[in-house]
């Protein structure tokens, strides 16, 4: 009987957890940075105002140019690692405090230039616990 019920259990949680980054639309996207990360930050990283982003996570204008959607989509794959581990506030102070591994920018610059490779490897160094 309790085997049922660990399994129930197994299958519920698994039917809960975020699809892959892949599959999310810009807008999804653009919804759940704003609310994890704040519209203000999520503007900067991809230079544009809030109220454009905002447009975005509503659906109410055209994705943005491929640039711009490549960022969205680094750092909401960098989001997704983050919050496995650690709380929404959490991720977002390390999204704009100075990391070592990154020469002591902020996450949030580095996606600015474009380098989310350098941000992904110093998340997973975060996770890790490095």
Do not use: C
């Amino acid at each position: 009987m309790a085997t049922a019920n660990t399994s129930h259990r197994a299958r519920a949680t698994s039917d809960v957890r975020p699809r892959r980054p892949e599959e999310w639309t810009v807008p999804q996207i653009t919804a759940y940075l704003n609310e994890t990360l704040g519209p203000k930050l999520v503007a900067y990283m991809v230079g544009k105002s809030p109220q454009t982003v905002a447009r975005w996570a509503g659906g109410a204008q055209a994705p943005p140019q491929p640039d711009v959607e490549r960022r969205l989509r680094g750092a909401f794959q960098i989001v997704q690692l983050l919050v496995e581990t650690d709380s929404r506030h959490v991720v977002r102070s390390w999204f704009i405090g100075m990391n070592p591994q990154l020469e002591d920018r902020s996450p949030a610059e580095v996606v600015v230039t474009g380098d989310l490779r350098a941000v992904m490897a110093a998340a997973r160094a975060f996770t890790s616990g490095g």
